[in-house]
């Protein structure tokens, strides 16, 4: 299978719903993919961690996301993914982080926007109940 037609067919897969079918052929894709691939391989290695992180594998969810933000720093979803599982893990500072990375490459970026409010909201609770 072609390069193109393995991302898109995971790309399918992934929006089926059908998480280790596509996250094989992520995989698949990102060992054929050269280093220098640019935005094509962010977007798989970016993808396959997004659906480790629906699969709640967040340790390999949050190395798939650096590595496509290694790959394409100026690719605002890995940031803003990495920032999910940072607040689900309870660190709000550092998530706080990659949402305003992710809102300053790109300002209309809305998930980014709300759940960085989220995140301050709930750091703030956090603290008045002395956490």
């Known amino acids: 299978m072609e390069p193109e037609a393995l991302l898109a067919a995971a790309g399918r897969l992934l929006a089926a719903g059908r998480l280790p079918a596509a996250e ?3 995989s698949r894709f990102i060992a ?3 280093a220098g ?4 391989l962010a977007t798989a290695l970016n ?18 996301y650096a590595a496509a933000i290694r790959c394409q720093p100026a690719f605002a979803v890995p940031y ?3 920032g999910l599982v940072l607040y689900r893990l309870g660190c709000f ?6 949402f305003r990375k992710a809102l300053e490459l790109n300002p209309q970026f809305e998930d980014a926007a709300l759940s960085l409010k989220q995140a301050i909201l709930d750091k703030e609770e956090k603290q008045k109940r002395g956490y």
Not at 51 to 63: D, K
Not at 93 to 98: H, L, P, Q, T
């Open 47 to 64: 993808n396959r961690g997004h659906s480790r992180y629906l699969r709640v594998e967040f340790a390999a969810a949050m190395e798939d």
């Open 32 to 34: 054929r993919c050269p």
């Open 24 to 26: 094989q052929l992520y």
């Open 93 to 98: 500072d550092e998530a706080m982080k990659d």
């Open 37 to 40: 691939a640019g935005l094509p």
């Open 80 to 82: 803003y993914n990495r």
